[in-house]
């Protein structure tokens, strides 16, 4: 789902000034929300403590709503998920909110566009009532005509149904959940417990199945990056790309699965690494690049101890650097069984980890991050392998930002197997420039072989200021094209 950059506090821009929603626009929607929840208690609507938060808040989930058809607040894990942002570190706002949700039994709250100022203000009076259960408020807002403003029970929430019974179907929210578990298994580990392996596993096995049925489906999802939980979008990307890669393969969903759990759990040993050589920003000492190298026995160690998973993951995720002509690290892994899965896991931590931006590098594009992969073939990867996951992701992979001979620029959300050269694709930008409000989706070659427009390039995305994960997994909207 597209969103906007909003500043804070917002400023009142109009919405084709804006651009993405940054993590403190978001905690800054999400904190003035709660605070007049909480203050709707002690004050009537027409005071100024909860006028003022009400009228923000209307400004700002407006604009909002001019670029987005909706929007939704997300318990994941015990944690709030908000667009592509999970506060695992909740400022005491969220936490009341979060808590509030949780209490409530309210699992999602999604808010769509035409929302009125009056129905925000009659929605946050009855989520601040303190004896108003889920059941009660729904009632109340059907009764109030509050027509843009929805709520999901925790359960349903968590089974992917909206209240009248149809199937969810966000892939988003499967992400949230995965990063929720591995955020669970890396503060776990914090706290010198062994984690529990049940969230990872019950994520992975939603994602096996979405896999088995069409390997693309949640490509797109690997292009969501947050600079601040690197660690975590890293795992779950890893993990995506893995279960792709050995789809594609035909292996069977066991295996798949395996290699999912493998993926999300490759890196859970550097959450024992310092954080100030993680995320040095000049180059390692030998001594520092001593103590990186320790992860994979780190996380090996970790993974012995967790119920539910298997020795061959466990050798997975100590063997993920091993390299394919076995001349990585750490030594003892050098020694162990060939087994493809090693060499599977070890491309997909590679596409992902030179697409996203770190302290120390900045990403390439996923076309440039094949051209990667080729130069590593043989070596570093197995040669058929990257062969394999080059033609699983295209010519142009999902997330190339790409120039029509339209002269519209557009993102590639979907591959397409048929026809490397004609790939689904979301218009963002209108031939003269113009940053659409509500993106195009198109297929560029119908199956009946009418013709929309051919690609002539590649488009650097910083160029045009565009955080292209934002846009591969809105809401498809898939349009005629001819």
């Known amino acids: 789902m597209p969103a906007l950059l909003l500043s804070t506090p917002w400023s009142g821009r109009e919405a084709a000034d804006v651009q993405a929603l940054d993590k403190q626009a978001a905690l800054r929607m999400v904190t003035v929300f709660s605070g007049a929840v909480k203050g709707m208690a002690f004050y009537p609507a027409s005071h100024p403590a909860i006028s003022q938060p009400l009228l923000e808040l209307d400004r700002s989930m407006a604009a909002l709503l001019r670029r987005v058809p909706s929007f939704s607040w997300v318990i994941v894990d015990g944690a709030l998920l908000f667009d592509d942002h999970l506060f695992i570190a909740p400022s005491a706002a969220v936490v009341d909110l979060v808590n509030r949700m949780m209490e409530k039994e309210v699992g999602r709250i999604t808010f769509s566009a035409g929302l009125a100022l009056d129905e925000l203000q009659g929605f946050v009076r009855l989520l601040s009532a303190r004896n108003n259960g889920l059941d009660e408020i729904r009632s109340a807002l059907k009764l109030a005509r509050i027509?843009?403003?929805?709520?999901?029970?925790?359960?349903?929430?968590?089974?992917?149904?909206?209240?009248?019974?149809?199937?969810?179907?966000?892939?988003?929210?499967?992400?949230?959940?995965?990063?929720?578990?591995?955020?669970?298994?890396?503060?776990?580990?914090?706290?010198?417990?062994?984690?529990?392996?049940?969230?990872?596993?019950?994520?992975?096995?939603?994602?096996?199945?979405?896999?088995?049925?069409?390997?693309?489906?949640?490509?797109?999802?690997?292009?969501?990056?947050?600079?601040?939980n690197y660690t975590f979008t890293h795992c779950v990307n890893v993990g995506v790309l893995a279960m792709a890669l050995g789809a594609s393969l035909g292996l069977d969903i066991s295996l798949v699965r395996e290699l999912g759990i493998a993926g999300q759990l490759h890196d859970i040993g550097k959450t024992l690494v310092p954080k100030q050589i993680l995320n040095k920003p000049g180059k390692l000492s030998s001594l520092e690049f001593e103590e990186i190298k320790r992860h994979p026995d780190l996380g090996y160690t970790i993974i012995c101890q967790m119920e539910g998973i298997s020795q061959r993951i466990a050798r997975v995720v100590l063997g993920h650097h091993v390299h394919f002509n076995r001349n990585g690290y750490p030594d003892r892994a050098r020694t162990?069984?060939?087994?493809?899965?090693?060499?599977?896991?070890?491309?997909?931590?590679?596409?992902?980890?030179?697409?996203?931006?770190?302290?120390?590098?900045?990403?390439?594009?996923?076309?440039?991050?094949?051209?990667?992969?080729?130069?590593?073939?043989?070596?570093?990867?197995?040669?058929?392998?990257?062969?394999?996951?080059?033609?699983?992701?295209?010519?142009?992979?999902?997330?190339?930002?790409?120039?029509?001979?339209?002269?519209?620029?557009?993102?590639?959300?979907?591959?397409?197997?048929?026809?490397?050269?004609?790939?689904?694709?979301?218009?963002?930008?209108?031939?003269?420039?113009t940053l659409l409000e509500a993106p195009r989706d198109l297929a560029l070659v119908k199956p009946d072989g009418c013709r929309y427009a051919g690609i002539v390039g590649v488009v650097d995305p910083l160029l045009k200021n565009i955080d292209v994960g934002k846009y591969v997994m809105a809401e498809e909207r898939l349009s005629a094209g001819c």
Not at 377 to 405: H, I, N, Q, S, W
């Open 336 to 433: 162990l069984p060939l087994d493809q899965m090693i060499d599977i896991v070890a491309v997909a931590d590679t596409y992902d980890a030179v697409t996203t931006v770190r302290v120390y590098q900045f990403p390439v594009t996923p076309q440039t991050a094949l051209d990667k992969l080729w130069s590593m073939a043989g070596t570093v990867l197995d040669g058929e392998l990257v062969k394999r996951f080059a033609g699983m992701m295209g010519k142009y992979p999902v997330g190339t930002l790409v120039r029509l001979d339209t002269n519209e620029v557009a993102v590639v959300y979907r591959p397409n197997p048929l026809d490397e050269e004609a790939p689904l694709v979301r218009v963002l930008f209108e031939a003269d420039g």
């Open 147 to 228: 027509d843009h403003i929805r709520l999901l029970r925790q359960d349903e929430e968590c089974a992917g149904v909206h209240e009248d019974g149809e199937s969810e179907g966000d892939h988003r929210e499967i992400y949230g959940s995965a990063l929720g578990a591995i955020r669970g298994v890396c503060r776990d580990i914090e706290q010198g417990r062994i984690p529990s392996s049940a969230p990872v596993i019950r994520v992975v096995d939603r994602m096996a199945d979405i896999t088995m049925r069409d390997p693309s489906t949640l490509l797109g999802l690997s292009m969501i990056k947050d600079y601040d």
